[in-house]
C-alpha cells in the first residue's frame, strides 16, 4: 500500500514531518521523536499514517535524508514520504535518486521545485535539469514505469495507468493558501467595524497545482498558513481549477513566537500578528504554550470541519507540541 491510498478511509489521517539531523544529539532527539509519534496517531493509539523527511536545496542534507528514511523504514511499520527537489541536479542525477530511494524501499515521494541554494537569490535549473515540480511528478512516474514493468511508453499512458491504480509509488505535492488581502466592501455599521481580510489564491499556484495533478500526483500538502479561510479559499480555487486531488492541510503548533516570525519570513507569509502579541505577552513560557496550542488546535478543528481529509504536523523534531496538539484535537 502508497500512502496515496490512506486518503480513500472517511478518517482524518495524521502525519508527521521530520528534517534530518545535523549532530550526534539531534539524530538521538528525532530518533526519540519518531518513536514517540509512530504509535501516536491520535489518542486511542492508533499508529502515525506517515512520516516525511525533508530534503536541502541541492541535496545538501540528502545522505543524511536517505539514512532517515532508511531507519524508519528499517525500524516502525510507518510509511515514510521522501522529499525530492529539482534543485542542483541533472535529469540523469535525479533519476538516480529517485532508483536509491526505490532500492532502499521507499515508495512514497513528495515532490518539490525546491528553493535557490544558501547564498542565491534566483532559482535556475541545472543543466538538463527540470524547473518543475510537474516536470519531476512526471520524472518519478517514467522511473516508476522502468521499474516496475508498466509497459505505457507516453506520458498520458502512464497517467492512465496510474488512475486505473496500478501504480508502485505515490507522489505527493506542494499547494499554497490563499493570501490575506484586507477588503471592505460591505456598508458601515458603526464606528468599531474592521476590514475583514479575505483571502484569494495566486491563479499561477492553482494552475501549477493542476499541472502536478495531470502529471500523476496524488495528494498535496499545503504550505504554513494560520486562518482556515485561506484553507477553504485554496479548496474553492482548487475545484474551479479542476483539481481533485485531496488537499491536506500542513499544520505548525503555534508556541514559538520566534519560529513562527522565522518561518513567515522564509516563506513569505504575512505574519499572524494578533497571535503573536498573546504570545508575547504571555507572563511565562507555559502560558505562552497554552495559548499557542489553544489557537493551533482551534485552526486544526476548523479545516478538519471544512471537510480535510487529514492533517499534516510540522515538528521540528519535537514530538511534545503535536502529541499535545493531537490530544487536544482528537480526544472526544
Known amino acids: 500500500m502508497t500512502t496515496s491510498e490512506l486518503y480513500a478511509p472517511p478518517r482524518p489521517t495524521i502525519s508527521f514531518e521530520l528534517y534530518p539531523p545535523r549532530t550526534p544529539k539531534g539524530e538521538a532527539q528525532v530518533w526519540e521523536t519518531v518513536q514517540r509519534l509512530a504509535a501516536h496517531g491520535d489518542p486511542a493509539g492508533r499508529e502515525a499514517d506517515y512520516f516525511s523527511v525533508t530534503y536541502g536545496a541541492s541535496g545538501s542534507t540528502a545522505e543524511r535524508s536517505q539514512a532517515l528514511v532508511a531507519r524508519i523504514l528499517a525500524e516502525t511499520t510507518v510509511p515514510v ?122 491563479k499561477d499556484e492553482v494552475a501549477a497545482l493542476r499541472a502536478k495533478q495531470d502529471c ?11 486562518d482556515a479561510d485561506a484553507y477553504r479559499e485554496l479548496q474553492r480555487a482548487a475545484r474551479e481549477a479542476g483539481v481533485t486531488i485531496p488537499l491536506v492541510p500542513g499544520i505548525l503548533p503555534l508556541t514559538d513566537p520566534a519560529r513562527v516570525r522565522k518561518l513567515c519570513a522564509l516563506n513569505y507569509i504575512p505574519e499572524p500578528t494578533a497571535l503573536l502579541a498573546e504570545l508575547d505577552a504571555a507572563a511565562t513560557p507555559e502560558e505562552a504554550t497554552r495559548i499557542g496550542l489553544r489557537a493551533t488546535a482551534r485552526l486544526a478543528r476548523e479545516v478538519l470541519e471544512a471537510g480535510a481529509p487529514g492533517l499534516h504536523l510540522y515538528t521540528f523534531n519535537r514530538h511534545e507540541a503535536v502529541t499535545a496538539l493531537l490530544d487536544e484535537v482528537l480526544t472526544p
Open 81 to 202: 514520504i521522501a522529499h525530492l527537489t529539482c534543485v542542483g541536479r541533472s535529469r540523469t542525477e535525479l533519476r538516480a535518486v529517485v532508483e536509491e530511494f526505490l532500492d532502499a524501499g521507499v515508495r512514497d515521494f513528495l515532490a518539490l521545485r525546491g528553493d535557490p541554494p544558501q547564498g542565491e537569490t534566483e532559482w535556475t535549473p541545472a543543466p538538463d535539469g527540470v524547473s518543475r515540480a510537474c516536470d519531476l511528478v512526471a520524472l518519478i512516474r517514467e522511473v516508476e514505469a522502468e521499474r516496475f514493468g508498466t509497459r505505457a511508453s507516453t506520458g498520458l499512458a502512464r497517467l492512465a495507468a496510474h488512475r486505473d491504480r496500478r501504480a508502485q509509488v505515490s507522489i505527493a505535492v506542494a499547494a499554497y493558501p490563499g493570501y490575506a488581502d484586507i477588503v471592505d466592501d460591505r456598508p458601515e455599521t458603526n464606528d468599531d467595524d474592521v476590514p475583514a481580510p479575505s483571502f484569494r489564491c495566486r
Open 216 to 226: 500523476g500526483a496524488d495528494f498535496a500538502i499545503t504550505q504554513l498558513f494560520f
